[in-house]
C-alpha cells in the first residue's frame, strides 16, 4: 500500500500537459481539447493585436513561460496572435512545439509536432533541386 508521501510525491511528477488557445473562443466548441490536456487562454476573444503589439507579446511570453514538449497549442484566432505564439513556444523550447489541427473529415483534433532545427526528408529533396 502506498503511503500519503508517496502519492503525493507521484502526482508531483506526473505533469499534466496543457493546451494554450491563442484566443479564446465563443463559437467553436474545444472540448475534444481536453483529451490532449487541461485548457488555458492566451488572449481574450477579438483582442486587437495591431493595436497594441507589445502588451500583446508580453502577455503571450508570460502565458507561455512553462511552454514544454509535453503542451500544445491550439490554433484559434487572429493569424497575427497564432504566428506569435508559434514563435514564442519555439523560442522557450529549443525550436519545438506542438499544435493541434482541426481534421474537419475525422473530426477531431490532429497533433501536430513542429521543430525548427530538426533536418528531415523535405530539406534533402529541396537541396537536390
Same mark, same amino acid.
Given at each position: ?6 502519492? #503525493? ?7 499534466? $500537459?496543457?493546451? /494554450?488557445?491563442?484566443?479564446? +473562443?465563443? +463559437? ?5 481539447? *481536453?483529451?490532449? %490536456?487541461?485548457? !488555458? +487562454?492566451?488572449? $481574450? ?10 502588451? +500583446?507579446?508580453?502577455? &503571450?511570453?508570460? =502565458?507561455?513561460? =512553462?511552454?514544454? @514538449?509535453? @503542451?500544445?497549442? *491550439? #490554433? &484559434?484566432?487572429? $493569424?497575427?496572435? &497564432? ?16 499544435? #493541434? ?9 490532429? $497533433? &501536430? !509536432? ?5 533536418? %528531415?526528408? /523535405? !530539406? @534533402?529533396? /529541396?537541396?537536390?533541386?
Amino acid at each position: 500500500m502506498l503511503s500519503v508521501h508517496c502519492v #503525493l510525491v507521484l502526482r508531483k511528477e506526473i505533469a499534466v $500537459p496543457t493546451v /494554450y488557445v491563442v484566443s479564446e +473562443t465563443t +463559437t467553436h466548441n474545444i472540448a475534444s481539447a *481536453l483529451d490532449y %490536456g487541461k485548457i !488555458e +487562454t492566451i488572449l $481574450p476573444p477579438n483582442a486587437q493585436v495591431t493595436f497594441s503589439i507589445v502588451p +500583446t507579446v508580453r502577455r &503571450i511570453q508570460r =502565458k507561455l513561460e =512553462k511552454f514544454s @514538449d509535453e @503542451d500544445y497549442l *491550439l #490554433l &484559434i484566432g487572429d $493569424p497575427s496572435a &497564432i504566428g506569435i505564439c508559434c514563435a514564442v513556444a519555439a523560442a522557450r523550447n529549443h525550436g519545438r512545439f506542438k499544435c #493541434l489541427k482541426w481534421d474537419k473529415r475525422e473530426r477531431r483534433y490532429i $497533433p &501536430i !509536432e513542429v521543430n525548427l532545427f530538426e533536418k %528531415g526528408e /523535405y !530539406e @534533402d529533396a /529541396y537541396e537536390s533541386i
